[in-house]
């Protein structure tokens, strides 16, 4: 059974930072793209980054605009575990974050086209 578990969310003040932890379990995810979305309250879910498997312990990022130059995204394949870094953090970051992994190497940033999710985590900014 494939399970994503998050951790590291929490309440934070505006430019503070967190650092977002999702470990895959149930199969190998090294060559799939593994990426983070959130959403919130009322808001569709919204891409934020994905890593994409190229070749070997390769693999590339992609990173929404919204969030480019604060956030980092990163992986360990040998732990199964991707990581989301948020630093700078503001209030509108506020949500809930989700892990995701897709059976492909390529990323995307449709939500709609993954096919494992995590619980999700919620991430607080006050002002």
């Known amino acids: 059974q494939v399970q994503l578990v998050e951790s590291g969310g929490g309440l934070v003040q505006a430019g503070g930072s967190l650092r977002l932890s999702c470990v895959a379990s149930?199969?190998?995810?090294?060559?799939?793209?593994m990426g983070w979305f959130r959403q919130a309250p009322g808001k569709e879910r919204e891409f934020v980054a994905v890593?994409?498997?190229?070749?070997?312990?390769?693999?590339?990022?992609d990173i929404a605009d919204s969030v480019k130059g604060r956030f980092t995204i990163s992986r360990d394949s040998a732990k199964n575990t991707v990581y989301l870094q948020m630093n700078s953090l503001k209030p509108e970051d506020t949500a809930v974050y989700y892990c995701?992994?897709?059976?492909?190497?390529?990323?995307?940033?449709?939500?709609?086209?993954?096919?494992?999710w995590g619980q999700g985590t919620q991430v607080t900014v006050s002002s």
């Open positions: 149930g199969r190998t995810f090294s060559r799939y793209a």
């Open positions: 995701a992994a897709r059976q492909s190497a390529s990323g995307s940033t449709e939500f709609r086209s993954y096919d494992y």
């Open positions: 890593t994409s498997w190229r070749s070997g312990s390769v693999y590339t990022a």
